[in-house]
């Protein structure tokens, strides 16, 4: 499915697996239970503090391998700053 999601960006990691990795924070969720971040890939990119619209599909249960799991992660996201 296709979401679109805002938010600020807490972490940023250039050119992993063909991609750059976004984390996003728009203040829902909860710290204690690791349910405030979203993970995007992208080949676009941003910077930690920018705020920024992504597009992409939402994924979930997507398991990488070597311990890299995610519940839900968006991928091929298109980033828009604004």
């Known amino acids: 499915k296709t979401v679109t999601v805002s938010g600020k960006v807490v972490k940023y990691n250039a050119g992993i697996m063909g991609a750059n990795w976004i984390h996003i924070?728009?203040?829902?969720?909860?710290?204690?239970?690791?349910?405030?971040?979203l993970t995007v890939t992208t080949a676009g990119s941003a910077a930690?503090?920018?705020?920024?619209?992504?597009?992409?599909?939402?994924?979930?249960?997507?398991?990488?391998?070597?311990?890299?799991?995610?519940?839900?992660?968006?991928?091929?996201?298109?980033?828009?700053?604004?």
């Open 48 to 82: 930690v503090g920018d705020i920024v619209t992504v597009t992409g599909a939402l994924t979930l249960d997507k398991d990488f391998g070597s311990g890299y799991r995610y519940s839900a992660i968006v991928l091929d996201a298109e980033v828009v700053k604004n």
């Open 25 to 37: 924070q728009d203040g829902s969720g909860s710290a204690a239970d690791g349910t405030n971040d």
